[in-house]
Each structure stands twice: as structure tokens, then as C-alpha cells.
């Protein structure tokens, strides 16, 4: 029952994986597709009468993400920097970890064991969000006025960006996969809420006066985030 695919009806199907963790069965939705989280031992029977008692669910999932897919050109094998698809390529050697081809639209990866080419992935993205971050944020805190104390680049599952209430603040580490506007948006967004830590007129009227544009950027991380990987997945439990 591992990884395996079920059919729903003749044009639509879900995975099922099988999860030692997991105390009863749900269904995970993301721009992948529908997938079956199952309890070690549970029988194909009982497996199929969850499924089917939540078909509505799924067929409205699955349709949703075919939305986003058309939506934001989510295609399989590529993905983005600052704002650009590209196309990317595995590679197993000892050359530094990346390299850009912006003429042909292509990444490629440097990696010893092709294994573990997602957290290479990650850990190069990381570094630009980094350098990005390192670069820009001390630039439009002088310029806008807004203070901050401490800065960490780490995975989010659901946002771009935080705010602590101690000023510190947290950039999700795929950052670099948008555009330098749209960057620069986050960071005018969480700046703002140094000053202002909830989403009030006051919290806007800050926003936009970094960032007039704010509307259009703000749409781009709407359209684009489940392309990029940042959504928080909707999930239904038995």
C-alpha cells in the first residue's frame, strides 16, 4: 500500500503512502496532487470506503490545484530564481553547487549523491535568500526608518516571512525564488510589523508607503507560492 496509486474514477487518482507515525488516515492536498496518509494495517477495504466517503473533498482539491498549476505555469522539473523559471538539471560530481545558465533557462546541480539533490537544492537556496536578505534589508531599514534586531533564513511551510514581537525576523529560505520587488515587499511587510504587529489600516498605510506597489507584489506570492512550494496544505482526517 506504499506509495502506490488509487484510482478515484477513470481520470482522477490519489497516492497512498503508508506512515508508521500516523495514528489514523487523512488526505493531503498540494500542487501534486491528492495523497493518502495511512496507518500501518489498515485494510484495502477500509482504505477505500475513507476514500470514497471523501471524494467531494477530492475532486474539489484536485481541481482547485489544476487552477494554480494553469495559474502560476507550474510545470514538473523546473523551478524558480528571482522571478524566473528555469529548468533544472542533477548532476553528480564535485563542482561548486550551482551553476546558471540564464540563456538557456537552466540550473544546474552539483551534487556527490543525487539522493539528497532536494536538500542540496534547498541549501542553495538558502544561500541566495541569504546573500539577498544580507544585501537588501539593512538598505530599506535605513530608508524607511524601521528598526530590527535579529535575522534568521529558515524553511517555512506557510509564509514568507515573520515578525517577533522582539523585532526579530524570520525570511522563509525559497525567498529567492521571487523577484528582487516582490523581496523587497517582504521585507518592507515584516519591517512593518516592528511597528505595527497586526494587519490594521495603520500596518498598510506603513506598507504602502515603502512600497506603493505593494498590491501587485503582494498578488505575485499569491499566484506563484504554490508553484515555489510555500501553501499550507489542506488535509481531511478520518
Known amino acids: 500500500m506504499n506509495s502506490q496509486p488509487l484510482l478515484i474514477d477513470s481520470s482522477l487518482a490519489i497516492s497512498v503512502r503508508t506512515s508508521r507515525r500516523a495514528r489514523q488516515m487523512r488526505l493531503v492536498a498540494s500542487i501534486k496532487g491528492v495523497e493518502a496518509v495511512v496507518p500501518e494495517g489498515v485494510s484495502e477495504e477500509r482504505l477505500q470506503e475513507f ?5 467531494g473533498w477530492i ?23 528571482l522571478g524566473s523559471k528555469y529548468r533544472y538539471h542533477i548532476v553528480k560530481d564535485r563542482l561548486p553547487s550551482a551553476t546558471i545558465s540564464d540563456s538557456l533557462k537552466m540550473i544546474t546541480f552539483h551534487i556527490t549523491d543525487k539522493r539528497s539533490y532536494r536538500k542540496e537544492i534547498e541549501r542553495w537556496y538558502k544561500e541566495q535568500t541569504a546573500r539577498i536578505i544580507s544585501e537588501r534589508l539593512p538598505q530599506i531599514s535605513s530608508r524607511t526608518g524601521l528598526p530590527y534586531n535579529k535575522v534568521s533564513i529558515k524553511r517555512q511551510s506557510s509564509r514568507w516571512a515573520s515578525c517577533s514581537k522582539k523585532r526579530n525576523l524570520n525570511f522563509n529560505l525559497l525567498l529567492a525564488a521571487a523577484p528582487l520587488q516582490v523581496i523587497d515587499y517582504v521585507i518592507v511587510h515584516e519591517l512593518a ?46
Open 193 to 238: 510589523h516592528t511597528v505595527e504587529l497586526n494587519h490594521s489600516k495603520r500596518f498598510w498605510q506603513v506598507v504602502q508607503s515603502a512600497d506603493p506597489a505593494y498590491r501587485e507584489h503582494k498578488a505575485w506570492l499569491g499566484d506563484h507560492s504554490p508553484a515555489i512550494g510555500i501553501e499550507s496544505l489542506g488535509s481531511v482526517k478520518s
Open 51 to 55: 476514500v470514497q466517503s471523501k471524494r
Open 59 to 81: 475532486v474539489r482539491m484536485a481541481q482547485h490545484y489544476q487552477q494554480v498549476k494553469e495559474r502560476s505555469g507550474h510545470e514538473e522539473g523546473t523551478l524558480y530564481f
